[in-house]
């Protein structure tokens, strides 16, 4: 989702990179999906924890992690900016912090009846104990849709909607 979300959207805000795609798609790839390795990106896989130490070792660096590991180490680091919006609770809600994206899971409705627990699953997962503002997810991180939106979702998953883009 970075390489989407964060290289590639700032790839489409220089319109002779965005006309590369159409002329020579490997030199696009190549410029937009490559992070530099001159030492300003802190690479160091899932573990978040080397990460921030490396970052409060470097303060010039960039890491990438998630909202969750950022907020509980605001004390070490801070987030950038993007298009003048910091990361937020607020302005990942809402979507101004646009290298934040929601949360997709697919289910395969020909398992649903086949599957044990897939019925089941769409229910916890969807339950307002689960995904609220006061679910245990929330508490791990996630931060929740607001009650309209979650609770169009939940009547889509409880009648099995197909998902529409």
């Known amino acids: 989702a970075f ?3 964060a290289l590639e959207g700032g790839c489409k805000s220089f319109g002779w990179i965005k006309a590369m795609k159409k002329v ?3 030199a696009y790839k190549a410029r937009c999906h490559t992070i530099r390795e ?3 990106f802190i690479e160091a896989g899932e573990n978040d924890n080397l ?3 490396k970052l409060h070792a470097n303060p010039s660096a960039f890491g990438v992690f998630g909202f969750s590991f950022l ?3 605001s004390d070490k680091v801070q987030g950038s900016k993007v298009e003048g919006f910091a990361p937020t609770f607020e302005s990942i809600a809402s979507g101004d912090y646009s290298i934040s994206r929601p949360l997709y899971f697919y289910v395969k409705k020909a398992h649903v009846g086949v599957v044990p627990g897939i019925v089941e699953y ?3 997962f969807t339950a307002d104990s689960t995904w609220g503002d006061e679910g245990y997810l929330a508490d791990k991180g996630m931060i929740p849709l ?3 939106k979650r609770k169009a979702i939940r009547k889509s998953v409880r009648k099995l909607q197909r998902l529409q883009l």
């Open 3 to 5: 390489v989407e979300l």
């Open 24 to 26: 020579d798609k490997p």
């Open 38 to 40: 001159d030492g300003a």
């Open 51 to 53: 990460i921030v130490n």
């Open 71 to 73: 907020d509980q180490n």
């Open 122 to 124: 769409l229910r916890e």
């Open 146 to 148: 607001d009650d309209a």
